[in-house]
């Protein structure tokens, strides 16, 4: 009787488990494509710039972030995104956070948006590592896009500001890892 309970339990304990990993894997499918969506209206309106066009025409891949961040004399944010190899098609879903000190003081929410110019540089980013650079921006509660026309060091940073309102001037670390709950 026991060995009935037991089986019973192991098989219940089992499917209840697949249902689970299922409903997971929808919800994670789901994250990738409001991921997935987000960036690629981000990249439209991105390339409605001639400069920005030439230099995706020119890079191997590109990542986008949508970001949060905040601060007052401390700031912090983070957000998820994307990052494509645009000869391979493969995404690699990523998340970011940054933390710096300084002269600020609000909250704004914006898209980062990188291209590469070398598959190196994009595999060493999707790799995972830091991005320090110093940063003085104002942004009030209107759209805006950094304009950009070349490669530094590799990749070209944009950054297209949504409603919010930050005026800052700090240092700022920024890592960006793989989302494992994306895979």
Known sequence: MNIHRSLLLAAALTLGTGAALAQG???AQQRRQEIDS???????????????????????????????KGGFIVSGGGGNGVAVDKASGQRTYMRMGTAGVG????????????????????????????????????????????VQSSFFDGVAFYQITEKGLMAQAD??????WVNDELR
């Open 103 to 146: 002269l600020g003081i609000g909250g704004q929410r914006y898209s980062l948006i990188m291209l590469f110019e070398t598959k190196d540089r994009l595999d060493k980013f999707v790799a995972g590592g830091w991005d320090s650079r110093a940063t003085a921006e104002a942004a009030a509660g209107k759209e805006g896009v950094a």
């Open 25 to 27: 894997s929808g919800e």
């Open 38 to 68: 987000n960036a690629q209206g981000v990249l439209d309106e991105l390339l409605q710039q001639e400069s920005a066009r030439d230099l995706y025409g020119r890079a191997v891949g590109y990542a986008v972030f949508t970001v949060t």
């Open 171 to 176: 240092v700022s670390g920024t890592k960006f």
